[in-house]
């Protein structure tokens, strides 16, 4: 089953936050893509994310990010 496009989202909004730290939020202004904006909120229904509108990553969160993170360092391609 391929990914479906607001899964890629928000991966894509999960790989906003810094890999060095989780003390760093984030926030999706409402000017942003829509698709970011919906992604946000979905994260933040799901417990992944502090606040609708980003914030900062919760416990689950910083789980979530780092099974996301571990999956692009094995996919990316090494220069």
Not at 4 to 21: A, C, G, W, Y
Not at 52 to 72: F, P
């Amino acid at each position: 089953m391929p990914f479906q496009p607001h899964i890629v989202d928000e991966l894509n909004v999960l790989m906003k936050f810094s890999r060095h730290t989780m003390q760093q939020g984030i926030k999706v202004h409402h000017d942003a893509d829509p698709a970011m904006i919906e992604a946000t909120e979905r994260l933040y229904s799901k417990g992944i994310v502090s606040q609708i509108d980003g914030g900062y990553l919760t416990d689950r969160g910083v789980e979530v990010a780092k099974i996301v993170n571990s999956l692009i360092d094995v996919l990316e391609p090494k220069v």
